[in-house]
């Protein structure tokens, strides 16, 4: 089985996109149909898609934009600065925006308060929050988010890792996503390999990162 660790992982994303030339959109959509391809949507109507404003939010938002296509009910939360945002976050909010007024930003207590209350009238929640890169301790309203996450106990799927988790399996970041089931893009993840509890909830799934990508950083 052929695993992958944090930094292995951002030089394979980087060379397939800044070498190869990718365009890192595409990679976002096909992850975000990867995701829906593992909804189950005769059962999943409803939504709150909780997302950051890096590329696992890009994910997220992508996400958001083909459910929202299909005239599913979704809620989406940002957390973070959206004038730093990465450029495909910006892209699908933009499109979001066009499709839903249901976006709101989580800054406050009375943000928190009104997410705490509105959670509670999905049956899904999607974590797009932190992915792979995630190294340092979970702080203020990003633990206190993932903190309320798992007080809903809600179904919940999560982008690539679960939020807070840590890729390599080695540090414990404070608080992250207990999640129901967990998609993980391209490579699985030597911290997830590592975890009983989230390996059987994990599905890996192809986002077209190129095999030549992949083998100039891991021996096959």
């Known amino acids: 089985m052929l695993l992958v660790d944090r930094e292995t992982m951002q030089n394979i994303d980087s060379y397939a996109i800044n070498e190869i030339k990718i365009p890192s959109l595409c990679l976002v959509e096909r992850a975000a149909l990867s995701v829906m391809e593992n909804i189950n949507l005769d059962i999943r109507h409803s939504f709150a898609l909780i997302v950051s404003c890096g590329n696992n939010g890009a994910d997220g938002l992508a996400l958001a934009r083909n459910l929202l296509a299909l005239s599913k009910d979704c809620d989406i939360y940002i957390i973070g600065n959206k004038n730093k945002a990465s450029k495909d976050f ?26 705490r209350k509105n959670l509670d009238r999905v049956n899904t929640i999607v974590d797009g929050i932190f992915g792979t890169g995630l190294n340092r301790p979970v702080s203020g309203i990003y633990a206190n988010i993932i903190d309320l996450i798992n007080e809903k106990n809600i179904y919940t799927i999560s982008i690539d890792l679960p939020s807070g988790f840590d890729a390599n399996g080695e540090n414990n970041y404070g608080t992250y996503v207990d999640s129901d089931l967990i998609v993980c893009m391209q490579i699985l993840k030597k911290g997830l390999y590592e975890d009983n509890y989230f390996k059987d909830k994990t599905v890996v799934c192809d986002i077209g990162l190129p095999q030549i990508a992949i083998e100039k950083f891991i021996n096959i």
């Not at 892209?91 to 066009?98: G, L, T």
Request: glycine letters at 0%; a negative charge.
């Open 90 to 115: 910006i892209i699908n909010y933009n499109a979001c925006k066009n499709l839903t007024k249901n976006i709101y930003s989580i800054e406050t207590i009375e943000d928190m308060n009104f997410l």
